[in-house]
């Protein structure tokens, strides 16, 4: 059966253009549409008070998503905390990164980011091993930035920024298409709790080891699966996958490894001090490189204010 027609669990994009799912169209001719499987919702002021986390205690914050920025600006304002110009941000990748510039005044903060992998931001963190760091997180979330976090022996404390729900699916008939793309284990669980998938289910795909092992678990045969070292990003393999299918090769379904890749990578990592960073500032500022701790030999982007501030 070929593939001519994906829903992607994930909101439309702005500029359809833009998307890297737009090539997957252009290349092989396929319809893809755009529709979440679940929503985060914010915490209530009530709800963060009750974790009994004192924002001010730390130099650091780490986020992950968007989301957890918003409500994290948000919280603040509603518990009137005022962030101090000292503050450092970490983030795992650089469009996220960028979109704090909604609420801070990028120059005046120093702002590192990884390259997207949670090696990438593990190394990243190990470097500055002096701040004491609040993890933003969404519930439910994966244990494996904590764990490497205690690893590392830092200082840090989490905080639940936003909870998953189940997005309204009223409107999606999941039949009329061939591939369902999904990147949580929440959009599993909320794909199994709405549909019964007979014999002629669409295929899957899955980002990630969690999403993977969800999806086996609830008794579905995973067809694609990304990152791994061969396919870094979905879209890659999903042309790779779509490719062979619509050319009548015969695709076997994914076998996954027991123990999570992020996981084996914790456990044998020794956070060796010396390695090369390429540092990055602000867009039109000035850049360097510095030497500082690292986990691997591959480089890490960090974004830092560039220019000279009041509290230097």
Do not use: W
């Amino acid at each position: 059966m070929k593939i001519k027609n994906v829903l992607v669990s994930q909101p439309a994009p702005v500029i359809a253009e833009k998307s890297p799912f737009h090539e997957i169209v252009l290349k092989h001719r396929v319809n893809v549409e755009f529709h979440p499987f679940i929503k985060l919702e914010g915490v209530s002021l009530k709800e963060f008070r009750s974790q009994r986390v004192d924002i001010l205690a730390h130099t650091a914050v780490i986020f992950t998503s968007r989301v957890t920025i918003d409500n994290f600006f948000r919280i603040c304002e509603e518990a009137r905390v005022t962030i101090p110009e000292t503050m450092k941000y970490f983030c795992n990748t650089e469009a996220i990164a960028l979109y704090l510039q909604k609420y801070i005044v990028y120059r005046k903060r120093k702002i590192f980011f990884a390259e997207g992998t949670f090696s990438s931001l593990v190394e990243l963190i190990a470097k500055h091993k002096d701040e004491k760091f609040l993890l933003t997180l969404s519930e439910p979330h994966k244990p494996e930035m904590p764990l490497a976090m205690e690893k590392m022996k830092l200082q840090f404390g989490k905080v639940i920024l936003a909870r998953t729900v189940s997005a309204d699916l009223d409107a999606v008939d999941v039949r009329k298409y061939d591939l369902l793309v999904f990147y949580s284990p929440s959009e599993i669980a909320s794909l199994t709790g709405k549909f019964t998938l007979g014999e002629n289910a669409p295929k899957i795909a899955t980002f990630g080891h969690g999403t993977a092992k969800a999806a086996l678990t609830e008794g579905l045969t995973v067809h694609v699966m990304a990152p791994t070292p061969e396919v870094p990003s979905m879209t890659k393999a999903l042309d790779i996958y779509i490719r062979k299918i619509n050319a009548g090769e015969e695709v076997p379904p994914v076998t996954l490894e027991e123990r999570s890749p992020d996981l084996t990578f914790i456990e044998s990592s020794k956070y060796a001090k010396g390695r090369r960073v390429r540092t990055a500032a602000r867009p039109g500022a000035a850049s360097g490189e510095q030497a500082s701790s690292a986990l691997k030999k591959a480089s890490v982007k960090t974004a830092g204010a560039a220019t000279k501030s009041a509290g230097k």
